[in-house]
C-alpha cells in the first residue's frame, strides 16, 4: 500500500513513520484532499513553521514515491505545477501500520506479543 523507512516506536502519532515534517504535510492532506505545494506552504506559514516551500515540494514528491500522495501536471499562470492529492486515507494509514507492526510482532515475538494483547484486552472488556 505505502512505504515507510524506519518505525520509532518512541514517537507519537504518525511520526512514527513518517518524520515531522512529513506528518506535518499528510495532516494538511488529509484536511485538504488536493492542493499544491505553494498551499501547503502558505498553511504552514500561517502555522509560523519555517520551512522553505522547495522543501515542502520535495518532500510531498517523497510522500508521492512512498505512495501516501497522487500527483498530476497542470499548467496555469505561472507555468507548469503539480496537484497533489490523497492516495490513502486517516483511516487506511492508521490501519496498515497497526497491521504491519502486529504482524511483525507476531513474526518475531509471538508468545509475547499474544500475552501481552491478552492482558491489555482483558483490562478493557
Known amino acids: 500500500m505505502f512505504r515507510w523507512h524506519e518505525f520509532r516506536p518512541d514517537e507519537k502519532g504518525i511520526e512514527m513513520v513518517l518524520s515531522p515534517l512529513e506528518s506535518e504535510i499528510m495532516q ?14 502558505e498553511i504552514m506559514k500561517k502555522k509560523e513553521k519555517k520551512t522553505r516551500r522547495s522543501t515542502i515540494s520535495i518532500m ?3 510522500l508521492r514515491e512512498r505512495g501516501l500522495l ?6 496555469g499562470k505561472g507555468g507548469e505545477r503539480y496537484v497533489y492529492t490523497v492516495r490513502v486515507s486517516r483511516e487506511e494509514f492508521s490501519h496498515a ?3 504491519r507492526v502486529m504482524r511483525s510482532l507476531m513474526e518475531t515475538f509471538e508468545d509475547a506479543t499474544l500475552r501481552y494483547v491478552r492482558n491489555h484486552l482483558s483490562d478493557r472488556i
Open 28 to 41: 494538511i492532506m488529509w484536511d485538504e484532499k488536493t492542493s499544491v505545494a505553494r498551499d501547503i506552504y
Open 70 to 75: 497522487e500527483r498530476q501536471p497542470e499548467t
Open 60 to 62: 510531498m514528491n517523497r
Open 97 to 99: 501500520v497497526v497491521d
